[in-house]
């Protein structure tokens, strides 16, 4: 069965999480390609203030690298994913603009703009990871609205489709199916050696390295770091500095429908963005937080996600999830397919020790490799922020002729963005990678995933990730010849 969350899908080859701790409930892809498979294909690069949150807003901490450090990077990415857009957005410095034109925002687009130019606050046209023309060997995209169930035109970039293809080129060897256990750690060297993994006919192998680098995401990541203990690490690789784990961000999630009288063809994609907003993202004090959000405003796509969207909403608000379904389908459909319009607000949460992954040890995969748990609070400033951008995003939609609204100012089903458990840093002691991704324990055992942030930002984080990747690759192929290897 298909769904974002790996606790719903249970699929032999998704492992198990314990969240029963946790206000949000992850959401990931364990397949070749990993999560970007499913993702809706945002491309929000983070925002010059979002490197320096400690030396603006006096909170967390600030990277160890800036903005500007990252453009180059960025713009070789966006070549990478064919991504669609419009340059000038004020909300950014000066862009060098992007590989294929606009894909149109539509009836929805449109009409989530009106009401944001009726009272004055920013918006620009949604950039998105898919050509709006036939460019580099991928499709442009179809409008179909289907982007996180699968594209039919291949139009989403997407590394199973991509990357995969290019890779081969220069060598690549992919082994699917298989689940690392741990790293292997030569004490008497002081380096990793390779990995210990479970191919999918359960038999043990072993694949030396002189390199290895994880990309696991912000919980995979920590599981195989933490179950990788030795005498010098008994508490996990690379973690003298106590940190692998921590600081888990899970970008909090609020939700604000429209529903308009008239059909504004709210089933038409992309589901990525058609338009969005950074009218509340920087700090005011006033406002009883810090930080901001991004909204991306979107379609509700097709009947069943329509459906489903308002069903949620139904029963957040107290009423019983069987009312949408039955005889009230048809009515549900009529009212809301086509007509139902989105603001989906990414809210910055602030890294915390406190929110971590750590070992479950009642709870192993199929495998009988030992699971993660996820213990994840919403902080106050995390609820004021949601709170208060929902009641904007209610007054957008009304601004916009919206007939009614439904808002869930935080959803638990949200967990897209995994951010933070193995974070980057100039000091060992309080962080566990250097600028380039390479852990400050291991000389040659790197992270290059969204387990490297420091912080969080308030913006999907899949572009600034490609961008850092780029950049810490960059530097590798640069000085591999002066990493040292078991």
Not at 129 to 146: E, F, V
Not at 279 to 291: A, C, L, N, S
Not at 311 to 329: R, Y
């Amino acid at each position: 069965k298909w769904n974002p969350a790996p606790n719903v899908r249970d699929n032999e080859r998704d492992y198990p999480i314990n969240t029963s701790d946790s206000d949000v409930e992850p959401y990931m892809q364990s397949a070749v390609g990993g999560s970007a498979t499913i993702w809706a294909g945002h491309w929000v690069p983070f925002l010059p203030s979002d490197f320096k949150v400690k030396s603006l807003d006096g909170v967390a901490v600030d990277w160890p690298f800036d903005y500007y450090d990252l453009l180059p990077h960025l713009e070789a990415v966006e070549q990478l994913v064919s991504s669609s857009g419009t340059k000038g957005n004020p909300g950014y410095p000066p862009q060098a603009g992007y590989p294929t034109p606009q894909i149109p925002i539509g009836k929805t687009g449109m009409k989530l703009a009106e009401g944001m130019d009726k009272l004055g606050w920013h918006w620009w046209p949604g950039l998105n990871a898919m050509p709006s023309i036939p460019w580099q060997g991928q499709n442009p995209c179809a409008r179909r609205g289907t982007c996180m169930f699968g594209c039919p035109e291949a139009a989403k970039w997407s590394p199973d489709l991509v990357l995969f293809k290019e890779a081969k080129k220069y060598g690549h060897r992919l082994i699917s199916g298989a689940r690392v256990r741990e790293i292997i750690y030569d004490d008497a060297k002081g380096r990793v050696t390779g990995a210990i993994y479970i191919d999918q006919n359960g038999r043990e192998r072993r694949q030396l390295a002189k390199t290895v680098i994880i990309c696991a995401n912000a919980i995979g990541t920590p599981r195989i770091l933490l179950n990788s203990k030795s005498k010098t690490f008994p508490n996990g690789l690379a973690n003298s500095s106590g940190l692998v784990g921590t600081n888990l961000m899970m970008h909090p999630f609020g939700l604000v429908m429209g529903h308009f009288e008239e059909n504004i063809e709210s089933s038409i994609g992309p589901s990525g963005q058609l338009i969005n907003t950074l009218q509340f993202y920087e700090t005011d004090e006033k406002r009883g937080f810090v930080r901001g959000a991004k909204w991306g405003g979107m379609s509700a796509g097709g009947p069943l996600s329509s459906k489903g969207y308002v069903g949620a909403t139904v029963f957040k608000e107290g009423g019983k999830i069987e009312d949408s379904w039955g005889e009230n389908w048809h009515k549900m459909i009529e009212d809301r397919f086509g007509k139902t319009a989105l603001w989906a607000i990414v809210g910055e949460d602030l890294p915390e020790e406190s929110n971590r992954v750590e070992i479950d040890s009642d709870l192993v995969d199929s495998d009988g490799i030992p699971a993660p748990k996820v213990i994840y609070k919403t902080s106050e400033n995390s609820q004021r922020m949601l709170a208060f951008h929902a009641e904007r995003a209610k007054e957008s939609m009304e601004a916009s002729g919206a007939k009614s609204t439904s808002v869930m100012p935080q959803m638990r089903e949200s967990g897209w963005h995994l951010l933070g458990t193995a974070r980057l840093g100039t000091d060992p002691k309080h962080s566990v990678l250097d600028e380039f991704g390479r852990t400050h324990d291991v000389p040659n055992l790197y992270v290059w995933d969204l387990s490297a942030f420091p912080t969080g930002a308030g913006a999907n984080p899949t572009a600034t990730l490609m961008a850092v990747a780029h950049r810490q690759a960059t530097q590798f192929i640069n000085t591999k010849r002066n990493v040292e290897a078991a």
